[in-house]
């Protein structure tokens, strides 16, 4: 069982990024995904969270209107569309799946 997140790297501020969250051993369409982030000297943070049943999305109130959560079940991948992107979103970003899985982690850095 393993959950990897990767996609990160350096955009300019106004940028877009998408990171993937790719599963292993299980499949994610039965869990509930989170994406979270880690800035620097920060506790993690939920950035957003998708439900298994209904699909709903649950944005935080820093990224709604500029990302967004799909899922590519056949190849069992979430993805996250980062748009407009700002220093402030400069972090770590992990994926979640089902409150259990965790992915290492693929840093995000928004320069200016």
């Known amino acids: 069982v393993q959950l990897q997140a990767y996609g990160g790297g350096l955009v300019e501020v106004g940028g877009s990024l998408r990171l993937s969250c790719a599963a292993s051993?299980?499949?994610?369409?039965?869990?509930?995904i989170g994406w979270f982030r880690q800035a620097p000297g920060q506790a993690r943070e939920e950035v957003l969270c998708q439900s298994s049943g209904d699909r709903r999305i649950h944005y935080s109130d820093a990224v709604k209107g500029r990302f967004a959560m799909t899922r590519d079940n056949a190849q069992n991948v979430a993805f996250l569309e980062m748009n407009d992107l700002t220093t402030e979103d400069t972090a770590v970003y992990y994926c979640n799946a089902g409150g259990n899985y965790w992915g290492q982690g693929t840093l995000v850095t928004v320069s200016s």
């Open positions: 051993g299980f499949g994610l369409r039965y869990y509930n």
